[in-house]
T-cell receptor, first 113, second 117 residues
């Protein structure tokens, strides 16, 4: 089955720890994205990548980092510098960087204890 | 910067009835894409329907259709013959067609739709 997978589904972190969220796609999409969703709100863009070995900051990149070493993978690291990391994180991909439709993975719920 | 506004935080409808969700947006661009996404309790974002701004014809996908009014910057979603499985949060989203800014979706706050049996 083609699609986007995210792991883990739930993640708990102690304050001061870095944590990495996984995102994998087998759709052969060039572009990948990370969004954050807070309760009662829409999604906000954290980072995006148009092609392997390239990525750009979105609207709320502070306290986050990413890498894009493989076309299929776009992991997101939530660092200790992120002041309020508890949120729902969604990964998305699109065929090309300027292709209109983005498709989403199932998401990861991160809770800081 | 573009903004998307959904003025109805919650809506409810009887099963088999029709409901319309509202969305307005603000942009100075002439070419763009508009989307409705559904987020059920599982929280995965599922594409419902998309509209290209340069197309005058309203998009339709089975029981889902839109009323796109470009001059009014309005993009409402009509769900016909509502089913229990339609219950979800619905998000309206905007994406620029220009390279600068095309990378992100701009989302509204969402409308929670309840279907009453």
């Amino acid at each position: 089955d083609g699609g986007i997978t995210q792991s883990p589904k739930y993640l708990f972190r102690k304050e001061g720890q870095n944590v990495t969220l996984s995102c994998e796609q087998n759709l052969n999409h060039d572009a990948m994205y990370w969004y954050r969703q807070d309760p009662g709100q829409g999604l906000r863009l954290i980072y995006y990548s148009q092609i392997v070995n390239d990525f750009q900051k979105g609207d709320i990149a502070e306290g986050y980092s990413v890498s894009r070493e493989k076309k299929e993978s776009f992991p997101l690291t939530v660092t200790s510098a992120q002041k309020n990391p508890t949120a729902f994180y969604l990964c998305a991909s699109s065929l090309g960087p300027y292709t209109d439709t983005q498709y989403f993975g199932p998401g990861t719920r991160l809770t800081v204890l | 910067a573009q903004t998307v506004t959904q003025s109805q935080p919650e809506m409810s409808v009887q099963e088999a009835e029709t409901v319309t969700l509202s969305c307005t947006y603000d942009t100075s661009e002439s070419d763009y894409y508009l989307f409705w996404y559904k987020q059920p309790p599982s929280r995965q974002m599922i594409l419902v329907i998309r509209q290209e701004a340069y197309k005058q014809q309203n998009a339709t996908e089975n029981r889902f259709s839109v009323n796109f009014q470009k001059a009014a910057k309005s993009f409402s979603l009509k769900i016909s013959d509502s089913q229990l499985g339609d219950a979800a949060m619905y998000f309206c989203a905007y994406r620029s067609a220009f390279h600068q800014g095309a990378q992100k979706l701009v989302f509204g706050q969402g409308t929670r739709l309840t279907i009453n049996p």
